[in-house]
Nanobody, 128 residues
Framework: QVQLVESGGGLVQAGGSLRLSCLAS????????MGWFRQAPGKEREFVGG????????NYGDPVKGRFTISRDNGKNMVNLQMNSLKPEDTAVYYC?????????????????????WGQGTQVTVSS
């Protein structure tokens, strides 16, 4: 059974930083594309960042480009999201996702429908 457990959320002032982590189990992590999404109240879930099997390729949603960095540690089955220069509009529940059916090691998956498993989410609140 695949499990994704996020941690690191919390309350931070605008301009501050947070680092989210996601610990994965029950899958071949080194052969899974990973991603982060977020969902604010009343809004649709949106893509934040994605990373391929080895971590050599990444992609980001436009609102976070230049501020957020996704990384992974295949030895620890962990994917991280470093969030800098946070803004109040970054307030949302952040979800970790895994695409363990991906067959191309170079893929960075950006669409919700491609992901097979999701974490329970962690709340990030940015105060102005």
């Amino acid at each position: 059974q695949v499990q994704l457990v996020e941690s690191g959320g919390g309350l931070v002032q605008a301009g501050g930083s947070l680092r989210l982590s996601c610990l994965a189990s029950g899958l071949t992590f080194s052969r899974s594309a990973m991603g982060w999404f977020r969902q604010a109240p009343g809004k649709e879930r949106e893509f934040v960042g994605g990373i391929n099997w080895s971590g050599s390729r990444t992609n980001y949603g436009d609102p976070v480009k230049g501020r957020f960095t996704i990384s992974r540690d295949n030895g620890k089955n962990m994917v991280n999201l470093q969030m800098n220069s946070l803004k109040p509009e970054d307030t949302a529940v952040y979800y970790c996702a895994a695409d363990f059916r991906a067959t191309n090691p170079l893929w960075v998956v950006t669409t919700i429908s491609e992901y097979d498993s999701w974490g329970q989410g962690t709340q990030v609140t940015v105060s102005s």
